[in-house]
């Protein structure tokens, strides 16, 4: 690696777009080849962000490009020399694309109308979701038109199996045949009308001998219903599928629901198919209370049936491990899970009676994902405080891995300045302890004042990873422009982040806002009586639970100069009324029942005090904070004339999901806070290099 002794650049925001963000890589079963994914965010042009796939020889060394699609996604593969991914089909959405020999721009397999959403390898094709049209809803459609009966809609969700090579089979029958019209071949079956009533499927896990496929499911789509689950086995055999004159009609299998306690969904199978991983909440189904994982041993169970009880047939296994599994994979070594403990994910090998035996990751945070192969061979991409994300691939040895990375994005942006980061911890307000993550400029010097900034994570149940470069940093919040420009950012990991264990997640339960505000403000204090920050200068910016703690912070405290809330909640009885999830509330009872409590932990509710400038951010089809949020707190602060702003985004949801929109979402947060910190000019249509369009 070779070593840069000049000055480094200070990159832009438009650079920071230039930066590819790392995806996961999926190793071949035999683990000599590595397909993964990188994202770009730099399309302007066309205003999409593009997905590219790449291949890594691992005994050659080399990777070179994949798909030229510009989009692709869900990667799975077959054997050691074909692959299937989805990519976009021109008026039909995403269709599985079968790779064989790994080469070419792939076969396609599936033409269904509105795309596939997920899909698996089973038997010589796959199992896929997608939606249907049904007959009910046309008919619907056409006597009364469109509308929706909320949160009572059944789903159009289906589950199909496709054959392969009766797929591939019957288009060749169609190019040579004369008759373009004649019936040929069927290759795909609907296996979801084994259902007695329409459910919405959300992931499937087939069998490895490919004899049965485990179904995770909720009642209806909305995510009001996300924890009314169901799971759910069919034993299919694809072999005899297609054995019949109609399998439109023929039965194609047997369904068998399982008797799990509510909320409870299927993780994986064990290799040699005898028991299933679940995940389940013992404490109850809340928000802040973390899952479990569970083994349900198949062979104690002699049958499994709708009636039969399993949770007497499970056991936990992570009853040592007081924090939220994220991955998990059942390989021949042992069960893998992911998680945070603290700022830093780690990466463990449970036994099935409980056992945690945490794996070595050299230093690396494996950023919210990994992937094992069945020989527990491990792909991830791993950052740390002093690199950016890149793909690491390792072979398993005793307690950890051998890795090796793959890409080499820290050469390519070795010349840029980043900054520093380091964890830092002090008391809040009750004495509990909270982390963050403590960004400085290069050259900081203890001996200045420097203003200091909140970037505060959404969630709650997230974190503010420890690490030089997140993705928040690079297309939601000019994190490394305002460092550039002496501004300190700290990432807090307030009460009710993940990694700290089941005590700390549920602090903020019916203390929402109040005790936040205490963790930030406790943490001005400690930062304070260091003596480099000035106190007349705090800001604080944030989406989601970010955007609601800093608009809280905002109106409660006076202790901020500026603040910008970014899909900010305003209250909870509009939450309550307008959102997709209003179950999520941290807060007993309803805005009705419990009104002293829904008030006090509101933004609005101290609009009289008010005074800090506000920004606010808002996609304009926000499902999960309406955009009337916004709208309220921007036209009661404009009547007491407090400085605010209220950028809406046409056609966004909870999330601005397009370049332009998400360079203008960086330009307005840089622009706020050089006005109020470095008194600059408040135009927010002027960029970082202080290039401006006309109004």
Known sequence: MSRNLGKKCKPTIKDMFRMPIVGGGMISPNGDKIIYLLGYIDNFRDNEFEIYSYLYDVQADQTFQFTKTSMVSKVRWLDNRSLALLKPVDNTGFQIHVFDGLVGEGRQITGHPGGIEIFEPFGKGFVYIAKKATKNKATRENKYGTFINVEEEESSSALYYVDKEKTLEHKQDLQHSNNRKSKLSESTVELSRLFEEPVKIESIIPSPKNNAVFI??????????????????????????????????????????????????????????????????????????????????????????????????????????????????????????????????????????????????????????????????????????????????????????????????????????????????????????????????????PQKKYPLLFNVHGGPAAVSPYILLDNNNRYFYPTVQLLNRDILILEPNYRGSLGRGQSFLKLNFNNLGIGDMWDLESAIDHLVAQGFVDENKIGSMGWSQGGYISAFVAMHSTRFKAVSAGAALCSWRTYFAGSDERQSILLSGDPYTNREMFEKTAPISAINKAKTPILFQHGEKDQRVPVVSAMEMYRALKARRVETRLIVFPGMGHGILKPRESYALMVQNYRWFAYFFLGEELDLLMDDKGETVQH
């Open 216 to 445: 995770n499911c909720r009642s209806r789509d909305d995510g009001f219903y996300q924890r009314d689950t169901y799971c759910f086995r069919i034993l299919f055999d694809p072999q005899t599928s297609f054995n019949t004159d109609d399998i439109c009609t023929s039965p194609v299998g047997k369904l068998t629901q399982l008797a799990l306690p509510k909320g409870a969904r299927i993780k994986a199978i064990s290799p040699d198919e005898t028991k299933l991983l679940i995940s389940h909440k013992e404490e109850g189904i809340g928000e802040n209370i973390q899952s479990d994982l569970w083994i349900l041993d198949l062979t104690s169970t002699q049958e499994l049936s709708e009636s039969l009880e399993l949770q007497k047939h499970m056991h936990c296994i992570t009853q040592n491990l007081d924090q939220e599994p994220l991955n998990v994979y059942w390989t021949r070594i042992g069960i893998l899970v992911s998680y945070w403990s603290g700022s830093t994910c780690e990466i463990a090998k449970l036994s099935e009676m409980g056992e945690i035996e945490v794996w070595d990751t050299q230093g690396l945070s494996p950023l919210y994902y990994f992937f094992a192969n069945n020989h527990g061979q491990i792909c991830f991409p791993g950052a740390s405080s002093t690199t950016i994300a890149e793909l690491y691939f390792g072979l398993p040895k005793s307690n950890g891995w051998n890795l090796k990375k793959i890409t080499r994005f820290n050469e390519q942006f070795a010349t840029w300045d980043f900054g520093t980061a380091e964890s830092i911890k002090w008391k809040s307000k009750d004495g509990t302890e909270i982390e963050g993550i403590l960004r400085k400029p290069s050259n900081f010097d």
